[in-house]
């Protein structure tokens, strides 16, 4: 089994900072990829950032310059930076990743619960 548990979501002013933070746990042998996808209420997911296990990184264009992706593999733990928060920001976060378990030969895709982030005006 495994576990992505996020946390660092809240409540932050136009302008503002928030750092989220996914962690994995469970028969984890290697991770693909890692990333932070986002829904705004009446709206579909969408992807805000991603990260590979190179350390390659794409970003929404809505975020570029703005937000940073970054992992640490020792913890299997990845981390999105937000600065210079926007209203529109505002949406539920959640953390995807690409592993490989103990149990499994082919890599399966994983979802934490979403973390709220809301920035006010």
């Known amino acids: 089994q495994v576990q992505l548990v996020e946390s660092g979501g809240g409540l932050v002013q136009a302008g503002g900072s928030l750092r989220l933070s996914c962690v994995a746990s469970?028969?984890?042998?290697?991770?693909?990829?890692m990333g932070w996808y986002r829904q705004a209420p009446g709206k579909q997911r969408d992807l805000v950032a991603h990260i590979t296990s190179g350390g390659n990184t794409n970003y929404a264009d809505s975020v570029k310059g703005r937000f940073t992706i970054s992992k640490d593999n020792a913890k299997n733990t990845v981390y999105l930076q937000m600065n210079s928060l926007k209203p529109e920001d505002t949406a539920v976060y959640s953390c995807?990743?690409?592993?490989?378990?103990?149990?499994?030969?082919?890599?399966?895709?994983?979802w934490g619960q979403g973390t709220q982030v809301t920035v006010s005006s």
């Open positions: 469970g028969r984890i042998f290697s991770i693909n990829a």
């Open positions: 995807n990743m690409n592993l490989y378990t103990w149990d499994q030969g082919i890599p399966n895709d994983y």
